[in-house]
């Protein structure tokens, strides 16, 4: 069934995409690789120990998508606190995110690379012929699954939507508000989530 993920016999889940499903897919994913931002240095990357006591940030990050991927440890808006504990939870942050957030971000980037990978491999194989059938393995159906879960928080952090109220409310708005194409991707790409996942259940 097109835009829908079926399970492969022995583990793993296949998907029909057309060209147009494939361009949009491979888009996000570049743009969001963007946003994560590069791995480390190459010489850095040479020497695995330089690689392993390279501390993180410690301040979270100034774009609201990133704050959404990378959120911090500690806080929780939900709780009001005094300022000696709102101070304590930003220390705490601070220093799970220096230690944490590097590896966070490669193994997003892994993730998004991984789509992208796939995603040209099938166009490359498919070339001309509108689409193609994406075959996963489990290993990847997991790579992807976390991939499409980072694009929709992302699109979700752009959209501002912080609740399942305000999901409801894309589904009502005009065909000529702005948004409505990041809308659409949205709601596409969260079914492909959530057919996968179910894939993925025993």
Known sequence: MPGTFEPLPGGGAAVALDDVEISIIRSLAVQLLELIG??????????????LFAD???EPPADPVLKRLFPDAYSDPEQPSS?????EQRAYSAEFRRYTENDLRAGKRDKALAVIRSLDALS??????GGAVLKLSPEESQQWLGALNDLRLAIGSRLEITDEDDTDLLYRLPDEDPRKPMVMAYLWLGG??????GTLMP
């Open 124 to 129: 490359a194989a498919s070339a001309g012929e």
């Open 192 to 197: 492909l989530q959530e057919t996968l996942v």
């Open 83 to 87: 300022p000696r504990d709102a101070e």
């Open 38 to 51: 590069p791995g480390p240095a190459e010489d850095a990357a040479d020497d695995p120990l330089a690689e």
């Open 56 to 58: 993180g940030p410690s």
